[in-house]
């Protein structure tokens, strides 16, 4: 018996962090996907590989414990959650596909979580339910990570671009926003709980200075709505340098995501900024001109992939293509 089901990655536009706090976001699936196969076997423990990152391990669910082959953890613990709660602790072999890049803000935790729980789902037979497995995803990462948005995991598993609302209502772009974007990422990973943290910190320690930076966030994301449904580029470009702005000044910048934001203007973009919980990771360049110029001068240091917002969310089996 085997089960396959893959989810995509994200970038987000708008709401980084300010979206913890209830505060809306514009988000995007992406056109790099985390697959998960899951697969009946005759040995009489479960084992967990992945060749894309080079680990193997072999898990032991009833103790929420693993013991590592080779490779680095990172990833497990999602995995390892996911059994706890959505598996019966019979014998399986999980592989693991990754495509998304770890630690670079594109939502690669949120895109195994999804996939792996989809796979369990489908293992199992339990009839496949989006807001169900949006909801059980979202679950897993607030184990994980102590506090979560619930942003990665929705648009791991509806796709498209999106818009969430305060009160945590998906509402999907019907128009495409088409222009290029280039993403800029360092190979210094970021950590999404440390860095969440640290701003909940700053917002518990100077609550008269950090909620109305996270309160204009949450307007920057309201105003980038209608941007892009009036398909306003260059709204949309002061929105997000704006954006940016109010990221550095909740410290989650780095001198890597700096340089990646400055060249990236440099060079043709009108706007760039971090994409993710920064601490490291990834940003995004709007880039209506050249994009080419703009990946070209950000590889001299750091690494790009060019990404399409991607209408698929989570799929299974024969929708996957790799049955």
Known sequence: MES????????????????????????GAVNKRAMVKVSSTPNDYITLKSY??????????????????????????????????FHDHSPIDIELGLKVPIGSGLGSSAAVTVATIAALFDYHNVPFDKELLAKSAHGVELDVQGIA??????????????????????????NNLDVPFVIGYTAKYSNTGKM????????????????????????????????????????????????????????VNTQEL???IYIARKNGATASKITGSGGGGSMIALCP???????????????????????EGVLLGEDTGLI
């Open 4 to 27: 396959i089901a893959t989810a995509p990655g994200k970038t987000i536009l708008f709401g980084e962090h300010s979206v913890v706090y209830d505060e809306p976001a514009v988000a």
């Open 52 to 85: 894309d990152l080079a680990f193997e391990a072999i898990l032991n669910t009833r103790e929420g414990t693993y013991k590592l082959i080779k490779g680095k953890p990172g990833i497990i613990r999602y995995i390892l959650n996911a059994l706890s709660k």
């Open 149 to 174: 948005s619930p942003l990665d995991t929705l648009v791991s598993t509806y796709g498209g671009l999106v818009y969430l609302s305060r009160e945590k209502k998906i509402v999907r772009f019907e």
């Open 196 to 251: 969440v943290r640290n701003v909940r910190h700053l917002k518990e320690t100077y609550p008269e200075i950090i909620d109305p930076m996270i309160e204009t966030m949450g307007r920057i994301a309201n105003e980038g709505r209608i941007a892009i449904l009036k398909n306003d580029v260059d709204k949309l470009a002061d929105l997000m340098n704006f954006n940016q702005g109010l990221l550095d000044s909740l410290g």
């Open 258 to 260: 700096s340089r990646m």
């Open 289 to 311: 001109y050249n994009p080419d110029r703009v990946a070209n001068a950000i590889n001299r240091y750091d690494n790009t992939i060019k990404v399409k917002f991607s209408k």
